[in-house]
T-cell receptor, first 116, second 116 residues
């Protein structure tokens, strides 16, 4: 089975540039999550979607960050303009319907972002 | 926000030794999850625990959901070199009264090094 697919795997760009990260969740999963991982702060939840609708974006650092999920099989996380402090590994994860069963999340391999 | 205290932060052991790590929180969780992250990859789910007191094994791994629902531990028996990586605990709880939306909170991770 295909897991969560993220692209690109690595991105290096200059500050001020727009960055777009992409994610394809596991087919049939209702939830999609975007995380950021750094040495200092560990794994932080940025935003998550349920059935393509953003549910909680309280983790999004600031207005430079935006996320969309136009359909059940695709999501983007955009940073505009990018800054060096945005350098991190960004993970996408998906899960089946939550609720009582509390389904575990399955992660992609991440996008390593470096802003120069 | 909710905090998960994971310990130890790192461990350096000899091949064949047993390993134990744990997570505690001041908050109650409905589900505890344990993930392993290899370099350059996303976290991979090892064990999911859904009931207080539950003890679950997956090969050489054993994890327990604390009876107070505020803690969990992971044991690895007879460690081997490929056990090297970062182990994360994560707690899951509903965000709304209906339980249809939920948030996963991660510990900071335990870095395990196994000396052959």
């Amino acid at each position: 089975d295909a897991g969560v697919i993220q692209s690109p795997r690595h991105e290096v760009t200059e500050m001020g540039q727009e960055v777009t990260l992409r994610c394809k969740p596991i087919s049939g999963h209702d939830y999609l999550f975007w995380y950021r991982q750094t040495m200092m702060r560990g794994l932080e939840l940025l935003i998550y979607f349920n059935n393509n609708v953003p549910i909680d974006d309280s983790g999004m650092p600031e207005d430079r960050f935006s996320a969309k999920m136009p359909n059940a099989s695709f999501s983007t996380l955009k940073i505009q303009p990018s800054e060096p402090r945005d350098s991190a590994v960004y993970f996408c994860a998906s899960s089946l319907t939550g609720g009582i069963s509390n389904q575990p999340q399955h992660f992609g391999d991440g996008t390593r972002l470096s802003i120069l | 926000g909710q905090q998960l205290n994971q310990s130890p932060q790192s461990m350096f052991i000899q091949e064949g030794e047993d390993v134990s790590m744990n997570c505690t929180s001041s908050s109650i969780f409905n589900t505890w999850l344990w993930y392993k992250q290899d370099p350059g990859e996303g976290p991979v789910l090892l064990i999911a625990l859904y009931k207080a007191g539950e003890l679950t094994s997956n090969g050489r791994l054993t994890a327990q959901f604390g009876i107070t629902r505020k803690d969990s531990f992971l044991n690895i028996s007879a460690s081997i070199p490929s056990d090297v990586g970062i182990y994360f605990c994560a707690g899951l709880r509903p965000e709304n009264s209906g339980g249809s939306n939920y948030k996963l909170t991660f510990g900071k991770g335990t870095l395990l090094t196994v000396n052959p």
